[in-house]
């Protein structure tokens, strides 16, 4: 990955990702959910070593000069093999987090949320996802209160505070 796109005091600077999460500065970062109905593509890293937390669709940091919309769809359609979805603009949301090891994940978040397509492949990259899941919006909510720790800081985030305003027309 190229310089990703953080604060520097109040201007906006290219940094290596390990770079702003050592120095806890302020970055870009976009998440993705593909919805099929209710359900959401859920994926777990591929971490070598260690069973990675699962995870919304994708998660990931646009690139010094791309937009939020283009490392979407770029990261769909590399991690996932997706093509042919148009995510929507759902939300800008703040995240910060301790992630161990002296890391801080100081985020600007643009989620988008994008409709599976009747049929739709998914060919995840075995160098980068290890394995992916449906699971229904209501069934993940319950099981992130049973067991938190199988889930991203960044995930159990958006189902703790941010649900309503993510994913609205499925929780009415």
């Known amino acids: 990955m190229g ?14 990702l390990v770079e702003a999460h050592r120095q806890g500065l302020r970055h870009r970062a976009v998440s993705i959910f593909v919805m099929d109905g ?3 593509l859920l ?4 971490a070598p070593g260690q069973d990675a937390p699962w995870e919304s669709t994708c998660c990931t940091h646009p ?7 283009a490392c979407a769809l770029r990261r769909l359609r590399n991690e996932l093999g997706i093509e042919g979805l148009y995510p929507a603009h759902a939300d800008r ?3 910060r987090a301790e992630l161990g090891d002296g890391l801080v994940e100081d985020e600007l978040l643009d989620v ?7 049929g739709m492949r998914v060919t ?6 290890r394995a992916t899941r449906w699971v229904g919006l209501y069934d993940l909510a319950a099981e992130i209160r049973r067991h938190p720790e199988r889930f991203a800081p960044r995930l159990r985030f958006y189902m703790q505070h941010h649900i309503d ?5 499925l929780i009415r």
């Open 124 to 129: 995840p990259d075995p160098e980068t996802i």
């Open 93 to 95: 949301v703040d995240h």
């Open 165 to 169: 305003r993510i994913l609205p027309a």
């Open 3 to 16: 310089k990703i796109q953080a604060w520097i005091g109040e201007e906006m600077a290219p940094v290596e």
């Open 38 to 40: 209710e359900k959401i």
């Open 112 to 118: 988008y949320i994008a409709f599976a397509r009747p």
């Open 43 to 46: 994926c777990r890293r591929a």
């Open 63 to 69: 690139e010094w000069g791309e937009s939020a919309e």
